[in-house]
């Protein structure tokens, strides 16, 4: 578990320099300042992108993630974003044993996003605070990115 | 490089929240509906934070986007524009190069008082509603004086990048500073500049060595205020020292300068690299049950742009209805109020759906058969629109004249439909014989509420409102019951199949069912809600008391009849009574219908009846012995 104040200090000086040398990453948001939202290509899925947000779950006291897929096409010379949801999603995520779902509605628009279930996540990166941001992202963003770690280099 | 024309990069890229969208679609749906004059809007641009993978800084509009307050977050502000056009049409027949030139100049003009003005955004945008479609095109203007060219001579890593960047840090909404001869720096301004040849800018872009096509807009500023100057010294900061640099750029002019020809770019491309308007199609994500939700107040809303810009919606939308009766009537009720956005409709009803139902009464299908009325309408609305707030009380309404032969049921069928026209604002009378309006009509009178009754003939229909109770019966108007001069009583015994059944025209129903919902609606438009007034009107046009219809003749009249103060529903005496005694007077109606025939004095007048119509006979038959003996 990490308190609300550790997350976000860690969320500023941790994670944020992490994600911005993620190769796929290529927007960053960190408005407001208790939540980052980047974006990610899918170099399998051209056409299509991940939109990830990274917050506070004061219940769990951990880190949420939530994330949404944008498929983007063009017709009549106009290119369209759409969310779009696929039926299987581990043809798009690295699943491995997490549990995804589609049940996360988001409070500032009420629209749905795709959530990683933290419950597992005291076990899965330990309760030491030091570094706790940059240990959970090692393990939770290889959901999106198996070289992820290769930030750390 | 040395020797080349400048090279720049593209500014920025945008990204549009789904939160911006959404709040334009409700500013467009209740605040700007047919304005599409420019609109302000903010947002921040960050340099600090670039992702790795990009090659320039972003410009995200959110739901805060909107109004001229910065809004929350890091980087730098920026003002922008939005300019919502009405139609696609609309949106794609501006003339870009125009407008785009517009805003150049503008910003160019503007930031000779203050150089952040220099950047600037403003986005084109159409929101079409009905598909959750929202086109838009995001334009940051860069521009460069017409007679100016820029030629870089030198260039190198910054070395001394902690010294500007601390000044940043001190100056956070700064976008560009000037460095002295002896190395100070200072803000960028027409009266700092004359003895400076540094020109430092925050750089949006990272790609190596090439500045953002910003830079220009800020060089050409430079050259404006000093215009004998023929080199400078630009030094771009960006997050770090090791992306960041200086040049050396010669200023070259092959004419005059002139302060207002200026070269001009800055509509985004998308991720082909086209000049292409973009749309982010929001159907997919929105929960479905919201999409109808608003889709029904879209239809309702859109009202208000032009047609009736002054109808209250919400006081609709805030009405709980209690319908008496799930049949016909109360199945298209039902639907005309849910089209008007009523979110609340209780049914009631004791009786169950029968095979000969389903083709009149449009909450109905054949499977419906057999169940009860009131719960398979309301599951029925529910299917039609699933967040109208709707249930069914299967409940027998206690008849005048119709004795009590189970007391503790009847009198508890009595509590629950008293409480619920307690807890509703409104109270329709649906049913399908006179005594089973009566007590509903004296419950509406004690608890001052909204009454609206419709009963139907073979051919014709009459909807009303009965009057807003008050002791003084003078000035109200009167209720179904006002125009007897008998109490209602059992209808319904000894009655063979056609007299039971409600024989109408079928288009009957439809008509009346509609009238009274419109009736209704207008009333709540009036300021006192349930008025007396006479003749009045709301901002949907007549507000009649009662509309009767005549199929036959296919037309409608418009009547008023004033209360009559010995009612048998609606009298002071009777409501009165019923306020004191409770399910005790009500009982004692049922059981004979005379005693409220006696309370409210309709024995008396009757008896005046009796006896103005035996003089009549008894002059007639003195006439006629005369005659005879004549």
């Given at each position: 578990m990490i308190t609300s104040e550790t997350f976000q200090y860690q969320l500023q000086h941790v994670l944020v320099p992490l994600l911005r040398r993620w190769?796929?990453?290529y927007r960053l948001n960190i408005?407001?300042?208790?939540r980052v939202t980047a974006f990610v290509s899918q170099p399998f899925k051209p056409n299509h992108f991940l939109e990830i947000q990274i917050q506070y779950s004061?219940?769990?006291?951990e880190p949420q993630l939530t994330f949404r897929i944008w498929e983007i096409y063009t017709v009549d010379d106009v290119e369209y974003q759409r969310p779009c949801f696929p039926t299987d999603l581990s043809h798009w995520l690295n699943m491995q044993e997490f549990t995804v779902r589609l049940d996360y509605l988001h409070p500032s628009d009420r629209n749905v996003w795709y959530s990683v279930h933290g419950c597992d996540t005291a076990e899965t990166v330990?309760?030491?605070?030091?570094h706790y941001l940059q240990r959970w992202a090692s393990v939770y963003f290889t959901i999106f990115d198996f070289e992820f770690s290769r930030v750390f280099v | 490089m040395v020797g080349d024309h400048m090279k720049f990069t593209i500014p920025c890229q945008s990204f549009l929240d789904t939160s911006f969208f959404q709040e334009l679609a409700r500013l467009k749906l209740e605040?700007?509906?047919l304005d599409s004059s420019r609109k302000e809007l903010t947002s921040r641009i960050d340099i600090?934070?670039?992702?790795?993978?990009?090659s320039c800084a972003h410009l995200f509009l959110s739901?805060?986007?909107?109004?001229?307050e910065p809004q929350s977050g890091t980087g730098l502000p920026v003002k922008g524009s939005l300019y919502n056009y009405n139609t696609i049409e609309d949106f794609k027949k501006v003339d870009k190069a125009s407008l785009l030139n517009q805003r150049a100049q503008e910003a160019w003009k503007e930031s000779q008082d203050d150089?952040?003005?220099?950047v600037r955004f403003f986005v084109i945008s159409f929101a079409d509603l009905k598909s959750y479609k929202f086109f838009h095109w995001v334009c940051v203007p860069c521009f460069q004086l017409e007679s100016l060219n820029l030629k870089v001579t030198a260039s190198g890593t910054l070395t001394d990048f902690d010294k500007y960047d601390s000044w940043f840090d001190t100056y956070?909404?700064?976008?560009s500073c000037l460095e002295d001869s002896d190395g100070g720096l200072r803000n960028f301004s027409k009266d700092e500049v004359?003895?400076?040849a540094t020109l430092i800018v925050r750089d949006t872009?990272?790609?190596?060595m090439v500045p953002s096509a910003l830079v220009k807009n800020f060089v050409s500023l430079f050259k404006l205020f000093?215009?004998?100057?023929d080199s400078i010294r630009l030094i771009l900061v960006r997050s770090?020292?090791?992306s960041s640099f200086w040049m050396e750029v010669k200023l070259c002019t092959d004419r005059e300068i002139s302060a207002s020809a200026l070269k001009v770019s800055g509509w985004e491309r998308n991720s082909?690299?086209?000049?292409t308007p973009r749309a982010t199609d929001l159907s997919t994500l929105l929960d479905p049950l919201q999409v109808a939700d608003q889709s029904l107040d879209l239809n309702l809303k859109?009202?208000?742009?032009?047609?009736?810009?002054?109808?209250?919606l919400d006081v609709i939308k805030n009405t709980s209805v209690l319908l008496l009766g799930a049949g016909t009537l109360g199945c298209y009720v039902g639907r005309a109020l849910l089209a008007w956005g009523v979110r609340e409709i209780t049914f009631v009803d004791n009786g169950r759906v029968s095979y000969s139902n389903p083709v009149r009464q449009p909450?109905?299908?054949?499977?419906?058969?057999?169940?009860p009325k009131a719960a398979t309408a309301a599951e029925s609305l529910r299917k039609i629109f699933p967040l109208v707030k709707t249930r069914g009380v299967d409940l027998q309404v206690p008849m005048i004249?119709?004795?009590?032969?189970?007391e503790t049921k009847e009198q508890r069928d009595f509590e629950t439909l008293h409480e619920l026209v307690r807890s509703h604002d409104v109270i329709f009378l649906?049913?399908?014989?006179?005594e089973t309006r009566w007590l509903p009509t004296v419950l509406g009178c004690a608890e001052n509420k909204i009454v609206i009754n419709a009963a139907l003939g073979f051919d014709s229909y009459v909807v009303m409102r009965h009057g807003?109770?008050?002791?003084?019966?003078?000035n109200r108007h009167g209720c179904?019951?006002?125009?007897?001069?008998v109490a209602p009583s059992d209808?319904?015994?000894?009655?063979?199949l056609d007299q039971m059944?409600?024989?109408?025209?079928?288009g009957v129903a439809l008509m009346a069912a509609s009238q009274s919902v419109e009736l209704l609606v207008s009333l709540l438009q009036h300021?006192?809600?349930?008025t007396n007034e006479v003749s009045t009107k709301t901002i949907l046009g007549d507000l009649p008391h009662q509309v009767r219809g005549f199929l036959s003749e296919f037309k409608t009249l418009q009547l008023r009849s004033p209360a009559f103060?010995?009612?048998?529903?609606?009298?002071s005496s009777v409501v009165e009574a019923f306020r004191a005694h409770g399910w005790d007077f009500v009982a004692a109606a049922l059981n004979n219908y005379k005693y409220v025939e006696d309370l409210s004095g309709l024995t008396n007048v009757q008896a005046k009846a009796e006896d103005a119509l035996k003089d009549i006979f008894e002059d007639w038959d003195e006439e006629l012995d005369e005659d005879l003996l004549v």
């Open positions: 190769s796929r990453c408005a407001p300042k208790d004061s219940i769990y006291q330990g309760s030491q605070l030091d | 605040v700007l509906k600090k934070h670039i992702p790795k993978g990009s739901n805060e986007s909107f109004g001229d150089p952040n003005n220099c956070p909404e700064c976008w004359t003895d400076c872009s990272t790609i190596k000093v215009p004998k100057l770090d020292a090791s082909q690299n086209k000049l859109l009202m208000k742009w032009r047609i009736a810009p002054e109808l209250d909450l109905f299908v054949f499977d419906s058969c057999g169940k004249g119709h004795p009590v032969m189970n649906l049913m399908d014989s006179r807003a109770y008050s002791e003084q019966e003078e179904y019951f006002c125009q007897d001069v209808s319904l015994a000894d009655r063979t059944c409600t024989v109408t025209r079928p300021q006192d809600r349930n103060k010995q009612c048998s529903a609606c009298s």
